[in-house]
């Protein structure tokens, strides 16, 4: 932390200021400077909060310096951390295609989907059983018999499969049904679900919330962490700005800034992160050239007729379009399309 | 809902459109301008997502006219919510004070701020004992024991009391010990929760999501009066923007537009909304100058002591002040201090 | 400037740091950390860029800590600046009404509006002759005529006069017909026109850019204070945020982080603020109670026939009784309704 | 243009509504649903602002329909311009790389680059005499000085060259001297310096504002366009928003986004985008795979030794690096590396 004191702060002001960083055990570093004072503090800060100077006569403001993650940052674990989901590796030199309906919604429909996006070439298939939805009179999701449905189909297809879960009773049934974990943009706050899915020993697949910086997502993957799951995969999926032509804004940087501060996987969700479906395939090109370690894709074999997100649906040809340039450039960025090691079907 | 025809769309483009608005039992009202075809829909539209249309030939637009909300509507209810909390109305003409510590850490720091509070002229008495943290490692709140001690407090001062539920096992405990359940901005949108909070029958208070819209925060309340319970409260609390001087931007219009669309009360924080503390006593004055039901403000007699949140609490002096300038602000929109009808102790 | 290494830096790489501190004639004050170096550096900043350290070696970040304003800050000057407009006192304990129609589209219709704000209780005549409009074929203000038209309007009700400029050719015309130049919110960073306007004496009202911090707002009135013009009034007139219930957001908070950074007076537009006639009202209490310095309200007697901004405009009843309620208001902070000292007409 | 009335409107307030669309010259559409009626309006609209409606009583809310830009538009002009930059061509199936200096500096370090840049494949030299800063105090820029630089060594070089002009003054100097005019972010919305280039008939790169909609950006182009000037060229260069890993939020949907509503091409501008030079490579590939038409990039033989933006600089080698990724990704999006049609030198 480093304390910086108004131009106008007495000797004495400093001192005190020194004297409580000292009544706190920590240690006090004074920089005279050519026009006010700054004093560095070292010691474990972990416990103290920035407030506990901010208010003294003389200080002008108070800077944290070190950061507040630490199973989930690079400077703890250098190397690149690689999720198995079922057989997928999803990080390190492998890019994987997470792909199927927003929601599933009939076991014909979901396995249309399925075998359409194993076709094009997606290693793991998505599917929503549990929907959270800004109205409560639209279409929830089938819940439990959607799990099933996804088991099935992702047997019958070969893919592990991930679906969303909203709350310990879902996070249960997601536990029992499905390979991978969802926690959604909304819920990426939700300490609770964060605490009780770090429990699970599952692979999760974490979403960005759409106000969260950066460093609030490693943040919520650090619960996860802290409570022995190191099998996180980050999601960047759109942040809310003032952008009206698009759903959301799609940060591709943040796959730069996350890569460069954590071990963690991360991929990009083209879908929520633009909301119009003729921009998902060209932003999911730009996801792979940026080094992005996956993508997550809603597919329909007929968005005109999709209970959700039609606007952002693509078709199965689309998907597989996209999927035949990556080859082009995924070794751009040292990458290579996920193999299975081990497939469940 | 509307759609716009894109100036080459075809006349078979149109009538495709017509024929699918007719196909989902809508009627289509086509409007021939001089550079395109616009068309209006009718009919009950709730189950139809816009993007139905969106990406039929010929499409350029779809418009959504309705609004999802219908229960929090002024337009279902016109006369304003008066929601009691053990006797003490918030909404309509009553002006509502919330003030207390950021979180319970002591039954003596507790008892301390509530006594000032009460002396300073607040009606109800807030403090966290369920803590949604940032980071996993610091102070989490003291759970039961802290609804406990601000039962005891509440008890020992007369004044009913709020504090935050996070998840199912939190929200059960602060039903059973609280006057007013709080649901955060963080989840805002985690709407297991609201329903539960909508079944419970108590009083409600709901924070605004820091990227959410008036619509979203409308919608988020709409889960709650839907499952039958109509006494919510609204907190706008600041927004995530670029503004950095602040810890949050401080939405105050939000107060003018939740009172043009719903009858409920909506009531301003501006600790968690400015996170400063030289701007909270400002900031309270502008809120109850601009018609908010009601002010949300974290008080600690120490605050340099503080275990959380520090940088926001004023002390119990400021508080005092504030509510004895009050008296000049409120009847320039119609409100005055709220009264509590029947005191709990 | 504070420097933080990485955690893994090497001794050698601190040693680099420090040395190129030194060779750039400032003074490394290094801080040895349990987990990392921190290097402070004091001597004269003004001329080093961050980033010159940035990309070195072992470093993880840089900090600035010195803020880059100088003559604008309080520190510099810390009694509040009086900006005297023809006789109206801004600033300090004075409040000034700035009210008139947003552009001058005639004589009568111009004569109408500044009769009825006069009024009112308003002290300066606002009007717009030369128009930033976001579309080429909208109407762009009538220019000189209407510069002459709101000069003969000024001396017909006593009121001193302030209108927009927007390049050279209009700050010279508003130079020579006006008592007050504005510098609009898309202006703020056109620095030649600051610079311009900082040379010639002029009171100058700048509103802060849509995306500007308060940082940026201070540090674009430095330009002008830098030319030797020290009458700057600042102008809240809302920010850009995904918030969709207002045209802006209007950032009340911005005017106490201004008032405690800067010895300028800071008036606040809700007008432009909220885009909004039923929120202009709410909104400039608001204002008014967190301490501003005064109010700039568009106003029109016959909103729906105005040739610009018509949703915003509020009619000259609404000015009047919201000016009848300053004076319950405006003792909280200290201050009363501007008083001309020295009519014009 | 829609107008929607509120569920209680009265039939007579329906009437009044058509009225004053009839009294407009304009014809009114009613649309009666099953909840409230909606107007739709046709005829020439482009006089009429949306709020002459909005406070008409029972009007719930006005929406626009039309898009205000015309010859800017793909539906104005289908197929893609292409803008000859002294040989160079830019847009349709051409990609062309600007890179140079973030500042002209002094003619050894400008050749230095300009060398490095021509040699990594680069087809436009790009480099700042006008700079806008946000400091009055820190460097300005070397002013035409600097030009007579800049064209000697694109001379020397033989590349076209593209800098900056903030005001009329410099506008002159850069139309002489230079091959193309940039208008930067912060003057996007300066009106009258858009009018001016305008007028020149030389090829111009408007970057877009930190707060512009994709339609702000549009509508300033249409601004050009209006006076005559087809040779536009649009940049994508972040937007302003919460995220704090970057300077900006690079909003590259904004590609996709113009390139559907426009025939102007678009380049992305990677530098000021992030503000970080570990980020520009990896989103320099991401703007070329989301199928922008070139990219500005800043170069620095030696950034640690820049007078500007050295933090966001990459040396000569990360540019060549990524111009040989580029034949592995336009032809993706139907592209290729520009090729001058005829050397200036």
Known sequence: MLIVMTMAATAKQVEQVIERI?????????????????????????AVEPAVFENLPGVLEVIPVSHPYKLVSREAKP???????????????????????????APEQTLTV???????????????AFKPRTSPYTFQGLGEPGLVILRDVGREVGMPIVSEALDERSLELVTKYCDMIQIGA?????YSLLRLAGQTRMPVLLKRGMAATVEELLMAAEYM?????????LCERGIRTFADHTRNTLDLAAVVAVQRLSHLPIIVDPSHGTGKRHKVVPMARAAAAVGADGLMIEV????????????????????AQLIQQLPALLPLTGRHLSRALRLSA
Chains 1, 2, 3, 4 share one sequence.
């Open 22 to 46: 000292a009544a706190l055990g920590l240690k006090a570093h004074p920089i005279p400077g050519a026009q006010r004072v700054a004093i560095g503090i070292t010691g474990n800060q972990g």
């Open 300 to 319: 329909h074999h007929d968005p005109s007729q999709a209970l959700s997100d039609a606007a952002q649906a693509v078709v199965p040809d689309e998907l």
């Open 114 to 128: 399925a075998r359409a996006v194993r076709k094009a070439g997606a290693q793991i298939l998505r599917g929503g």
């Open 79 to 105: 190397e690149n951390t690689v999720v198995m989901v079922s057989g997928v590796p999803v990080g390190g030199d492998n890019f994987a295609v997470f792909a199927g309906p927003c929601s599933v919604e």
């Open 186 to 190: 909304r819920n990426m706050q939700n």
């Open 225 to 233: 962490l802290a409570e022995g799951n190191y099998q996180v995969v």
